[in-house]
């Protein structure tokens, strides 16, 4: 059996982070979590055991919680899941204290790749979910067009995707996740594929975005500092799929740092022994 860990009790929200501490109820309130994963166990079709065994974990509302472990160990897998776009062998995901489990749509995920159709203009593109859910497209496009600004995407409504940078294909990704009406998401190493400076910009921008727009998410990376700059909190996963060993969330770490404090905090004896507890339990 995969060692898990009981990840599942949200921290109070406002204990640290900018966005918890603005969007949490008063303090020593119970908050229903924002996304909360209940004995997660899933399995692919032609697995003989299951990647993911028993995990649960609870995110806050504005929490942003980074998931880190080692390559192959069953994030995506565990993603997909909480995504519903996989049936869990047992288990449940909660939206808000609303069973979602296996139902796609309900949380929003955007992977590394920002999946843009190169043929059609920046806006059609942000806008498509909406219009695919039926919204007619002058509506869509009304709700969208005030959020280009904000989105660092203004005057590319009428480009194409392969005329943008990286930086501003990924912002343009997340414009269209974000417009699906969903306040938690999930990103699959969103600026991996980004060079290492715009990598930063979009560290930097993506926190403040998310503070302000009060977002709840859970950040996969293999950047252990990446987690450490961006994350409220840090769940390690563990485990062997390909050898049998299903995976689980084996530990968790704190980051006791204001979001706003972050960059000062990074050049602390406290910031490398946070990293040093993640690295230990990666083993
Ligand atoms: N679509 C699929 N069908 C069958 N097996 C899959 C599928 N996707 C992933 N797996 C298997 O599930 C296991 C976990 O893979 P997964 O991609 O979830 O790991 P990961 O931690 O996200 O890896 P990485 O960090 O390299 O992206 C692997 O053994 C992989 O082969």
Known sequence: ?????????????????LGAAECGPAAGQAATPALEVRNLTLAWEDSETPT???????????????????????????????????TPVSGSVLLHGEDVTGRPGRVSYMLQKD???????????????????????????????????RFGLNGTQDSYPSELSGGMRQRAALLRTY???????????????????TRQDMRSW???????????CVLVTHDVDEAVEMADRILVMGGNPTAGVPSGIVGEVDIDCARGQRAEWLLTPASLEAKREVLLLLG
């Open 52 to 86: 993911v065994s028993d995990v649960s974990l609870a995110v806050a509302p504005g929490e942003m919680v980074c998931l880190v472990g080692r390559s192959g160990c069953g994030k995506s897998t565990l993603f997909h899941g909480m995504a519903g776009l996989t």
């Open 1 to 17: 059996m995969a060692p898990t860990h009981d990840a599942n009790v949200a921290p109070e929200p406002g204990a640290r982070g």
């Open 115 to 149: 999946l843009l159709l190169p043929q059609r203009t920046i806006m059609a593109n942000v806008c498509l979910p909406l219009t695919l859910a039926g919204t007619p497209r002058a509506a869509a496009r009304e709700k969208a067009e005030p959020l280009f600004e």
């Open 206 to 216: 993506f926190l403040s975005l998310v503070s302000d727009l009060g977002m709840s």
């Open 179 to 197: 417009l699906m009406d969903n306040d938690v998401v999930l990103m699959d190493e969103p600026f991996s594929a980004l060079d290492a400076l």
